[in-house]
C-alpha cells in the first residue's frame, strides 16, 4: 500500500469514528495529508498500524465540575483532560478555560500538541485538557473554588512523571496558583506537576514571554531565508493576550512596528505603533477591553468587527487570537496587501483553504505546532528546573528557547526539503515531528 493510499484510508476511518468533531478532524487531515511521502520511505510504519493508533487518545478523561458562586448557587461545568501520546515523555499540554470548549478542540489540541513538543527536542509527550467554564466577569473567589473543584478530580490522573498540564486561553498565572495549591494540598506532594508557576514556588523566568517572544523567534528565522526581517516591517497581530503582549514586545525589540490588535469585541488601529505599556496595562493590570486604548492613545482608531483587523496592510501576519480566525477572504485580502509572511501565533488559526491561498502565493507561512512552540519548550525547562531544584536565570532561559526555536525552524525547513517539497515549512513541521514520535512508538511495540 502506498502512502498516500495508506493516509486516505486511516482519515476515513477517522471520520467514521469522530462524527461531527469538526475541529479534530481538520487538524488529522491537515497533518496526516502531508505524511503520504513518509510510508513510502518507512512501509514498515504501515504494518504496524502507527497512524492507526496515534490519531486515537490513549487516554480521555471527562468529568463533572461542581463549584458555588459569590450568590451561593451551584453551578456545573465540564472538565476534559485527553492525554494523546506518551511515546517520547510524559504528556504535556496547556489546560484552556472558555465557553467553547467541547471534547472536539480538546482533541484537536491535544493532537497538535503532539508534534509540538516532538519539534522542541524535548522529552514531552502531547496531551491537552480544559473546561467550558468562562474566568471573565468572575471573581477571584469564583475563580478559586472552581480550580478548586476542577483539580479535586484531574489530580488524580496527572503527576511530574505522568501529566504535566500548563495553562492556555483563561488560565493564566492566578488559575494556576489555585489549582497548584489544591493540588498540593490534596497529594501532600510539593512537585514540578503544573507549569507556569508562580517564580516564588517553582516557576521559570521567561515562561510568560516564552510563546510571544518564540513566536518571534522562529519567524524572523524563518524571514532570514528570503532575506526579510522584522526590522522596519508593519506587523499585525490578532488578540491581546498573553501571546499576542509578548510576540508585539519582542518584535518591537527586532524594530517593527506593529500598528493593530484585537479582543473579541473588536481591534485598534495606530498608525504610530502599539503602544506596549497601554496595551500591558489594559490587559495584564486591569483586565479591560481593547477599545480602552483610545482613551489612553486618542490618535488611535476602534473598529468593532474584530474579524476585520486582516484588512489592515502589513508586511506580517500573526495570528494570536484563536483558532479558525483567518479563513480564505481574509487570507486573500492578505495577499492582496501584500503580505508576506504569516505566522501562528494561536492554535490552529488559518483554516485550509487559507493556507492554500498562502502558499500558492508564495506567502512565508509558519504553522503553529513550530512557530508557537516556545510555551511548551519553556514549560519544558520549567520541569528540568523543578527536578533539580534549581532556578536559572532570564537570560540562560532566553537563549535556550532562541535556540530551541532556531532548530525547530532548521528541522523542519529539512524535513521539507527531504520529503520533496522545499520551502513547504507546514510540511516540514508535521513530518519531522512525526518521526520522532513514531521511531518511538514502533520501538516500544504495539501498546
Avoid at 43 to 62: K, S
Avoid at 109 to 116: A, D, H, N, S
Avoid at 374 to 387: I, K, P, T, Y
Avoid at 392 to 405: A, Q
Wanted: aromatic share 10%.
Amino acid at each position: 500500500m502506498l502512502g498516500k493510499e495508506y493516509v486516505e484510508k486511516v482519515i476515513k476511518e477517522v471520520e467514521e469514528r469522530n462524527k461531527g468533531e469538526v475541529e479534530f478532524l481538520n487538524a488529522v487531515k491537515e497533518v496526516l495529508i502531508s505524511l503520504a511521502p513518509v510510508f513510502d520511505k518507512h512501509p514498515e510504519y504501515i504494518e504496524e498500524g502507527l497512524l492507526e493508533r496515534i490519531v486515537e487518545p490513549e487516554r480521555q478523561i471527562f468529568f463533572r465540575v461542581p463549584w458555588v458562586d459569590d450568590e451561593g448557587k451551584v453551578r456545573v461545568n465540564r472538565g476534559y483532560r485527553v492525554q494523546f501520546n506518551s511515546a517520547i515523555g510524559p504528556y504535556k499540554g496547556g489546560l484552556r478555560f472558555h465557553k467553547t470548549v467541547n471534547q472536539s478542540i480538546i482533541k484537536f489540541l491535544g493532537f497538535e500538541q503532539i508534534f509540538k513538543n516532538s519539534l522542541t527536542g524535548l522529552p514531552i509527550g502531547g496531551g491537552k485538557g480544559g473546561s467550558d467554564f468562562d474566568p471573565k466577569g468572575k471573581s477571584n473567589r469564583e475563580i478559586m473554588r472552581f480550580c478548586q473543584s476542577f483539580m479535586a478530580e484531574l489530580c488524580k490522573h496527572i503527576g511530574a512523571d505522568t501529566d504535566v498540564p500548563a495553562g492556555d486561553i483563561g488560565v493564566g498565572g492566578r488559575e494556576i496558583g489555585y489549582m497548584y495549591g489544591y493540588y498540593k494540598k490534596i497529594r501532600n506532594a510539593y512537585e514540578g506537576v503544573l507549569t507556569g508557576k508562580g517564580l516564588s514556588y517553582g516557576g521559570s523566568l521567561v515562561r510568560t514571554e516564552a510563546t510571544g517572544y518564540g513566536l518571534v523567534y522562529f519567524t524572523e528565522e524563518m524571514l532570514k531565508d528570503k532575506n526579510l526581517s522584522f526590522k522596519d516591517s508593519t506587523v499585525v497581530i490578532s488578540g491581546s493576550g498573553n501571546v499576542a503582549i509578548y510576540a508585539l514586545e519582542k518584535a518591537h525589540q527586532f524594530g517593527a512596528k506593529v500598528v493593530a490588535m484585537s479582543d473579541s469585541n473588536g481591534y485598534i488601529y495606530d498608525e504610530n505603533g502599539i503602544n506596549l505599556e497601554v496595551i500591558k496595562d489594559i490587559k495584564e493590570v486591569k483586565r479591560g477591553r481593547i477599545k480602552e486604548y483610545i482613551e489612553k492613545v486618542p490618535t488611535a482608531k476602534y473598529f468593532e468587527d474584530h474579524r476585520k483587523i486582516w484588512e489592515v496592510k502589513c508586511d506580517i501576519a500573526l495570528p494570536c487570537a484563536t483558532q479558525g480566525e483567518i479563513n480564505k477572504e481574509s487570507a486573500e485580502t492578505l495577499v492582496k496587501n501584500g503580505v508576506k509572511a504569516v505566522s501562528e501565533g494561536a492554535n490552529m488559526p488559518t483554516d485550509l483553504d487559507a493556507i492554500e491561498v498562502f502558499q500558492k502565493a508564495g506567502v512565508l507561512f509558519g504553522p503553529a505546532k513550530a512557530a508557537n512552540a516556545g510555551g511548551v519548550a519553556v514549560s519544558a525547562l520549567e520541569m528540568s528546573q523543578n527536578s533539580v531544584r534549581a532556578s536559572w536565570s532570564f537570560e540562560e532561559v532566553d537563549n535556550k528557547l532562541k535556540n530551541i526555536m532556531k532548530d525547530i525552524y532548521l528541522n523542519a525547513k529539512n524535513a521539507a526539503k527531504e520529503y520533496g517539497d522545499e520551502g513547504n515549512i507546514l510540511m516540514g513541521a508535521n513530518i519531522a515531528g512525526f518521526l520522532k514520535v513514531a521511531e518511538a512508538m514502533y520501538s516500544q511495540g504495539i501498546v
